[in-house]
């Protein structure tokens, strides 16, 4: 595996990734549960993640809770398929990736500092675009794994239109009323002891939106899981407390 990683560009072991992930799909048909990213309908979703969360997995695109959620929250409120909308996907998904790259009425652009799948190479705290070029904002799990958290969002909030949507999602550890960070928490090494994986920065507690809201956004959490049934749910896998929080300019609160 090392010797192909090596040897294979990003694309070609993601290509040879989704072939295999396509043969699993075939193997777990069924009808009990549906993936709206690759619409395919399987017998379940697979286990994932260090707690192994039970129907998280789809066994096709390889997408996890959060995508699918986004994805139906893209579609329904945003019209992500029909309007007119220039879009910034930081450290993109690659099947949300392809499926947003392939809209025609999109002017979009995907960055991130290190991934080879996207199609700039930038620092979320140095962004290289103009102000206010994009009305939409996909942020999904990075914020984390960001050193400097305020100058990443006054990136954001600097590159944003005045009445467009950040779309923020992060892991909330929900037993921190706030945010765990600490100064002398500085290598690898200690990062991950502390917060779980070598190259997050914090642990988001309770206090998320207020501070996104500190660096001059308007902040609306959304459980977009609860206009479904529980059934519903179950059956689109779509997690617990996978919350999407809408961020607009301060001027411009969602309906």
């Given at each position: 595996m090392y010797?192909?990683?090596?040897?294979l560009?990003a694309q070609?072991?993601?290509r040879?990734?989704?072939?295999?992930?396509?043969?699993r799909?075939?193997f777990?048909?069924?009808?009990?549960v549906?993936?709206?990213?690759c619409e395919?309908h399987?017998?379940k979703?697979l286990?994932?993640?260090?707690?192994?969360?039970?129907?998280?997995?789809c066994?096709?695109?390889?997408?996890?809770?959060?995508h699918?959620?986004?994805?139906?929250?893209?579609q329904e409120?945003?019209?992500v398929?029909?309007?007119?909308?220039?879009?910034?996907?930081?450290a993109?998904?690659?099947?949300?990736?392809?499926?947003l790259?392939r809209?025609?009425?999109?002017?979009y652009?995907s960055?991130?500092?290190?991934?080879?799948?996207a199609?700039?190479?930038?620092?979320?705290?140095?962004?290289?675009?103009a102000d206010?070029?994009?009305?939409?904002?996909?942020?999904?799990h990075?914020?984390?794994?960001v050193p400097?958290?305020?100058?990443?969002?006054q990136?954001l909030?600097?590159?944003l239109?005045p009445?467009?949507?950040?779309?923020?999602q992060?892991?909330?550890f929900?037993?921190?009323p706030?945010?765990?960070?600490?100064?002398?928490?500085?290598?690898?090494?200690?990062?991950?002891?502390a917060h779980?994986?070598?190259?997050?920065?914090?642990?988001?507690?309770?206090?998320?939106?207020?501070?996104?809201?500190?660096?001059?956004?308007?902040v609306?959490?959304?459980?977009?899981?609860?206009?479904?049934?529980?059934?519903?749910?179950?059956h689109?896998?779509?997690?617990?407390?996978?919350?999407i929080?809408?961020?607009t300019?301060?001027?411009?609160?969602?309906a």
């Amino acid at each position: 595996m090392y010797l192909l990683k090596a040897l294979l560009p990003a694309q070609t072991r993601l290509r040879l990734r989704s072939y295999s992930w396509w043969a699993r799909g075939w193997f777990y048909q069924g009808k009990e549960v549906f993936c709206p990213l690759c619409e395919g309908h399987f017998q379940k979703f697979l286990p994932f993640g260090v707690e192994r969360r039970p129907q998280a997995l789809c066994p096709k695109c390889h997408t996890l809770e959060r995508h699918r959620l986004l994805w139906l929250y893209l579609q329904e409120q945003v019209q992500v398929e029909t309007q007119q909308l220039s879009v910034l996907h930081m450290a993109p998904e690659p099947v949300l990736q392809e499926k947003l790259k392939r809209l025609p009425n999109l002017q979009y652009r995907s960055a991130d500092l290190s991934s080879p799948l996207a199609m700039d190479k930038v620092d979320i705290q140095r962004l290289p675009y103009a102000d206010a070029s994009f009305d939409l904002i996909l942020c999904s799990h990075v914020l984390a794994h960001v050193p400097d958290e305020k100058l990443a969002l006054q990136e954001l909030s600097r590159v944003l239109k005045p009445k467009g949507r950040l779309l923020l999602q992060a892991r909330i550890f929900l037993d921190l009323p706030q945010t765990l960070e600490e100064a002398d928490v500085a290598t690898p090494q200690q990062r991950l002891k502390a917060h779980g994986q070598a190259d997050r920065f914090r642990k988001y507690g309770l206090d998320f939106s207020e501070r996104v809201s500190a660096q001059g956004f308007a902040v609306s959490p959304v459980d977009y899981a609860q206009t479904r049934t529980s059934q519903e749910q179950q059956h689109l896998g779509l997690g617990q407390q996978e919350i999407i929080f809408v961020a607009t300019p301060s001027a411009h609160v969602p309906a």
